[in-house]
């Protein structure tokens, strides 16, 4: 019993950094399926390539079940946890190209003083050659 209860808070505190990591885990994967949802978007023709408005409900579409989205959250940049920004480029093989950049700041579901006491920012860049 004596052992159990000096374990025990060790126990529950890399249960709740599990829980923790798997919430950051979740949310990168949003990010990037949000960034390749969003690149197939503004790839559909010149006049969406640089569309970043466009791009912008898109990734806010597919990010709708992250805790500090929801749907209180409209647009993107400024002090909103998601940043998105659409550019025509030139291709790797000389093509029209849209790239997407997508920027997401998490929330901690349970902060931990010294560790992760700070969510985290990701940054993922999608470019897809123009369909059109």
Not at 30 to 54: H, I, K, L, P
Not at 103 to 112: F, Q
């Amino acid at each position: 019993m004596l052992e159990m209860a000096f374990y025990l808070p060790w126990i529950f505190f890399f249960f709740i950094g599990a829980v923790d990591w798997g919430f950051f885990a979740y949310a990168l994967v949003s990010v990037e399926n949000a960034a390749r949802v969003a690149a197939m978007y503004t790839s559909a023709g010149s006049s969406t390539a640089a569309d970043s408005s466009g791009a912008c409900a898109v990734v806010l579409g597919e990010l709708r079940t992250l805790p500090n989205i929801g749907t209180r959250i409209t647009s993107c940049g400024g002090s909103n946890p998601v940043s998105v920004t659409a550019t025509q480029v030139t291709g790797p093989d000389s093509a029209a190209a849209s790239q997407v950049s997508v920027t997401y700041t998490s929330v901690n579901l349970v902060p931990i003083p010294g560790i992760l006491a700070k969510g985290f920012t990701w940054t993922r860049s999608v470019t897809v050659r123009l369909r059109s």
